[in-house]
């Protein structure tokens, strides 16, 4: 729409569309087909079909704003329940797949080996950041599927996070292994959108949908 003419079209005025500012509301638009209608040309009146489809046009246009108004008061309401329920998380454990395993509150180690297929021996190791080998455990045959590990670490005398490493011997050779670590969650990070949140943990930010299972 361009400035009121006698040509029977409709339009904003010229500032309106040179201002990026400037808004149209229904109030504001009834008040321009108002002055349309009493100074218009009676010789040459706004055609009656083109006046009803800009009615319909702005009245569109209304509407998918007053839509996408109600879509972000819905989308931030869902936010906040997100973080209502993570916040329920914070001071448990989780267990997530990672070859890195924190300390937990205790100051032990403990996490999940899963095995694609059975073993005839498994053994499981937790080095620290300067490579040395802080504690080794055997399991033995083990059959596909996933079984624990656990570092007592008494006294919390070794400091964390400790790289797994597993050694797995199938009927073929050696199997790719899984580990898991068991992760303290301390806090829930939440971008400014409600979107894309991440639980907190000593090995870094992790989705909630990497979680197994909280302990």
Request: zero cysteines.
């Amino acid at each position: 729409m361009t400035a009121v003419s006698g040509t029977g079209s409709l339009a904003l005025p010229q500032q309106a569309t040179t201002n990026s500012n400037a808004t149209m509301d229904q109030s504001s638009f009834l008040k321009l087909l108002t002055t349309q209608m009493t100074t218009q040309d009676p010789f040459k009146p706004v055609d009656n079909t083109q006046m009803v489809a800009q009615m319909a046009q702005f009245s569109s246009v209304a509407g998918i704003a007053e839509m996408n108004a109600s879509l972000k008061a819905i989308a931030g309401q869902l936010a906040g329940g997100r973080i209502t329920d993570l916040s329920g998380w914070i001071g448990r454990d989780a267990l997530v797949e990672s070859d890195t395993v924190p300390q937990r509150r205790d100051g032990s180690y403990a996490g999940e080996i899963a095995l694609p297929e059975a073993a005839s021996a498994v053994s499981v190791s937790l080095v620290d950041a300067n490579g040395q080998v802080v504690h080794t455990e055997d399991f033995g045959a083990q059959e596909a599927g996933t079984f624990p590990f656990a570092y007592a670490n008494e006294g919390g005398a070794t400091a964390g996070p400790l790289k797994i490493v597993v050694n797995a011997i199938g009927a073929k050779g050696q199997i790719d292994a899984v580990p898991g670590a068991w992760v303290p969650v301390t806090a829930v990070h939440s971008p400014a959108s409600g979107a894309d949140m991440r639980l907190v943990t000593p090995i870094g930010l992790v989705a909630p949908d990497q979680a197994v299972r909280l302990g």
